[in-house]
């Protein structure tokens, strides 16, 4: 398996930190009966940040930079030079 990059670990990270920021504004929000204080507002620009940040992390293009794995055949054939 490939090792992350600094880069994309700390992208995981964020990622992981917007989600858990939009399902925690979700509940929190649910808990008020008024839906016109301040509070929720608040709350509800929360969410909104948070899955502004989750697209860009999602869409990033350190995530799709990540390194595989690199087989050592190709299409069943060895990689080995054939002499000429």
């Known amino acids: 398996m490939a090792e992350l990059t ?15 920021a939009k399902g925690a504004t979700d509940h929190v929000k649910g808990m008020f009966d008024d839906d016109g204080s301040e509070l929720v507002a608040t709350l509800s620009r929360m969410h909104d940040e948070a899955a502004a940040t989750e697209e860009r992390c ?20 060895s990689r080995a030079r054939r002499p000429r």
């Open 6 to 20: 600094n880069l994309e670990s700390k992208l995981a990270e964020v990622l992981g930190l917007a989600q858990a």
């Open 58 to 77: 999602v869409r990033s293009p350190a995530r799709s930079t990540a390194r595989r794995p690199r087989s050592s055949t190709r299409r069943g054939r």
